[in-house]
């Protein structure tokens, strides 16, 4: 999760807008080419970008903050026991 204002967006996305299960919009970007889903926006957190790790060139480089959504982590998921866990979204700040 970065500002927008932080991030540089090269080339065409093409978005689809969902209610999440708070009822709150949720705007997912993705690749018109191949379909991937690159980031998300939601309507609790304007000016945030949550992006995907697999679409950055280094995605070693960042390190998790936190987990959310875990109420539906896979059980094989390695989530850090030391970072602050969310069952849904994340509070608004």
Same mark, same amino acid.
């Given at each position: 999760m970065v500002p927008e204002t932080e991030v540089e967006? =090269? /080339?065409?996305?093409r978005y689809h807008e969902t209610r999440? !299960? =708070?009822g709150r919009w949720v !705007?997912? /970007?993705f690749c018109p080419?191949? /379909?991937s889903h690159l980031f998300g926006k939601l309507e609790i957190?304007?000016?945030?970008? *949550?992006?995907r790790a697999g679409t950055l060139d280094d995605p070693a480089s960042y390190k998790?903050?936190?987990d959310f959504f875990t109420a539906s982590a896979a059980p094989w998921d390695p989530m850090d026991p030391?970072?602050?866990? *969310?069952?849904r979204s994340p509070p608004a700040s």
């Open positions: 967006i =090269s /080339g065409a996305v999440a !299960d =708070s !705007d997912r /970007g080419v191949c /379909g957190m304007p000016g945030m970008l *949550f992006i998790p903050a936190l030391a970072l602050p866990k *969310f069952p």
